[in-house]
């Protein structure tokens, strides 16, 4: 079976679709910034977001001979690079006097920000590679 015939979950489709998600609460939090905001909706976003990704996890866990070795090779780099990007965003948010529960929500969707894209990158290369081996059940 060619790579291109291997089965594969929707990784790509609902990485983007959490970012997304991500992407709506951002706006809609900086669109009130500095004033009061309204976190109700920038927290369901969130959740919604953070849905899709544990989905995600979920549904890749589950991919027989899938190349983790190749994904967390390239994965874990890509988490260094993203989470200092994610940093440098935290630092201009506290530079500008974001506090409170909009500096909370933001900060979380900035993990999920620095979690997923990696995994994104992880995904993109691993579903190319040679699926490993199947480990042989415990006696």
């Known amino acids: 079976m060619s790579d291109a015939d291997r089965p594969m979950p929707p990784v790509t489709q609902l990485g983007m ?3 997304a998600l991500i992407l709506a609460g951002g706006i809609y939090l ?3 910034l500095p004033q009061h905001v309204p976190l109700g909706p920038a927290i369901a976003l969130l959740a919604a977001s953070v849905l899709v990704l544990a989905v995600n996890v979920g549904l890749l866990l589950r991919v027989p ?3 983790w070795t190749r994904f967390f090779a ?3 780099w890509s988490l260094l690079a ?3 990007i994610a940093g440098l965003i935290e630092y201009a948010f506290l530079q500008n006097d974001v506090k409170g529960g909009a500096l909370v929500v933001l900060t979380l969707s900035l993990v999920v920000f620095a979690v997923h894209v990696p995994m994104l990158i992880g995904f ?3 579903r190319y590679a040679d699926p490993e081996p199947a480990t042989p059940a415990s006696a």
């Open 82 to 84: 993203y989470t200092i």
């Open 17 to 19: 679709a959490s970012l």
């Open 30 to 32: 900086a669109a009130h």
């Open 65 to 67: 001979g899938f190349a």
């Open 74 to 76: 390239v994965a874990r």
């Open 124 to 126: 993109t290369v691993a």
